[in-house]
């Protein structure tokens, strides 16, 4: 498979509670090496000031906050996220074709050199969620998301690196944005897990890691050693 060729594969998942610990790991980290992702908790405690305070220190911000309503509801709050000029921003596919393609809008009229993604289905998803819902298999209902994302024309996808080699994706530059990234045994809260260079090999274009390296004592080493393991 031909991968897309982005220096910065690597998103680092800032899941902290607090702005202090935000600041003191971007300020050991060099942006030219990685990405930063700003989710729910940060957003909610902090607002847009957070997203001010990592841009000021030159990072490229992808909003992780997944927005699922109806389709002019999220539009609007597409809307908002891409004044903040964000690198990327995610919504959740099973939203249907429309609120995706709303949040396409917002995104093409707003900030057309950012980003937009959907998320398939969580890694943390379980069978037994899938057989909750009364659905079977996670490959099928992963390909048809997948669909909503193609044919809404957006930049690609959150999945898991063990969903890609059954997408069938012909376009090189569509994203595979893929979570649950772990350089050893620890698998945390995710159905399954793949190291750096495994999931770049199943064909993810972008890596979030989160707690390898927020809960690490050397950050700054292990964005080098994952960033040399996928060059
Ligand atoms: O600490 P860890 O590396 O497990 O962090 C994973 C990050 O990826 C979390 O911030 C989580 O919100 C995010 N995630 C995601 N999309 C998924 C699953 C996890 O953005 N489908």
């Not at 940060?42 to 990072?59: E, Q």
């Not at 429309?98 to 890694?123: C, F, Y």
């Not at 944005?177 to 050893?184: A, F």
Request: aromatic fraction near 6%; glycine fraction near 4%; charged fraction near 25%.
């Amino acid at each position: 498979m031909t991968k897309v060729v982005d220096e910065k594969k690597l998103i680092i998942a800032l899941d902290f509670d607090e702005k202090s610990d935000v600041l003191s790991l971007c300020n050991e980290l060099d942006p030219k090496t990685c990405r930063v992702k700003i989710g729910k908790q940060l957003f909610t405690k902090y607002g847009p000031s957070i997203i001010d305070d990592v841009h000021n220190l030159d990072f490229e911000v992808f909003l992780d906050l997944k927005f699922h309503d109806i389709p002019t509801t999220v539009k609007k709050a597409c809307i908002e996220a891409y004044k903040q000029k964000i690198w990327m921003l995610n919504i959740h596919l099973l939203g249907g074709i429309e609120m995706v393609q709303a949040a396409k809008e917002a995104r093409d009229i707003h900030s057309p050199n950012s980003k937009l993604i959907g998320v398939t289905l969580l890694t943390s998803h379980k069978i037994n969620d899938f057989q909750t819902f009364g659905l079977s298999e996670r490959t099928n209902i992963v390909s048809q998301l997948t669909q909503i994302a193609i044919e809404a024309n957006i930049d690609g996808i959150v999945c898991s690196p063990s969903d890609i080699p059954n997408l069938n994706i012909k376009n090189e530059e569509f994203m595979k944005v893929t979570p649950g990234i772990r350089l050893e045994n620890t698998s945390h809260d995710h159905a399954s897990i793949f190291t750096p260079s495994k999931a770049v090999e199943l064909g993810s274009t972008h890596l979030v890691v989160g707690r390898p390296i927020t809960e690490s004592e050397s950050p700054k080493a292990i964005v080098e050693e994952i960033n040399s393991s996928i060059i």
